[in-house]
């Protein structure tokens, strides 16, 4: 939807603070008032990016319980597929690390927080599987593996923004899920 990939640039462009329905409408080249008719505020319109990257997680989350791998090829294949869609729209890295986007509305905060929920729940299944299989080692619980693992490509994948896309994010993700691979491994 043209209003959502709209707002996306915005986003990444000038900050959340430039997403106004004015400036929004003027980029698209539709009235406030036809604007208005898709979305009552730019909370809804927030929340209509926030369910686009809530469906990716559900998805990759369903995949992940039905996939045949090891529990790294799972994870390979789930944070391949992320840095994927990163690489090819970098903007939505700005809305989906941007806390501050998020602290102080309580509907937005907990749509971000059931999305991580479901990505961490979804490593740890992962990670669990994999003990149970002796592919992941077990003297670290899987909670904390996972969220090594999701702090350690969150961080790169912010360092990648902040250095304005200025790297393979797909070539140092691979790198990085590799070395986690080495690092969990039995």
């Known amino acids: 939807m043209e209003i959502v990939?709209?707002?996306?640039?915005?986003?990444?462009?000038k900050g959340i603070?430039?997403?106004?329905?004015?400036?929004?409408?003027h980029e698209i080249g539709i009235t406030e008032s036809a604007l208005y008719r898709h979305f009552e505020?730019?909370?809804?319109?927030i929340l209509a990016i926030l369910d686009g990257f809530d469906e990716i997680?559900?998805?990759?989350?369903?995949m992940m319980k039905t996939y045949n791998g090891t529990a790294i090829e799972k994870i390979e294949t789930m944070f391949g597929n992320m840095l994927n869609l990163f690489s090819e729209?970098?903007?939505?890295?700005s809305v989906i690390f941007s806390e501050e986007l998020f602290k102080n509305d309580e509907v937005l905060?907990?749509?971000v927080k059931e999305i991580q929920n479901r990505n961490q729940n979804t490593v740890e299944m992962i990670l669990n599987k994999g003990q149970e299989n002796n592919d992941v080692r077990k003297d670290v619980e899987s909670k904390y593996l996972a969220l090594i693992i999701m702090g350690s490509i969150r961080l790169m994948v912010k360092n990648w923004s902040l250095n304005d896309?200025?790297?393979?994010?797909?070539?140092?993700?691979n790198k990085l899920v590799n070395a986690i691979g080495t690092l969990i491994s039995v």
């Open 5 to 13: 990939e709209k707002s996306i640039e915005i986003i990444d462009n």
């Open 165 to 173: 896309y200025g790297f393979n994010i797909k070539d140092e993700g």
């Open 57 to 62: 997680s559900e998805m990759l989350s369903g």
């Open 17 to 25: 603070q430039g997403l106004t329905i004015k400036h929004l409408s």
């Open 89 to 93: 729209t970098p903007s939505v890295v």
């Open 109 to 111: 905060k907990k749509h």
């Open 41 to 45: 505020s730019k909370n809804d319109i």
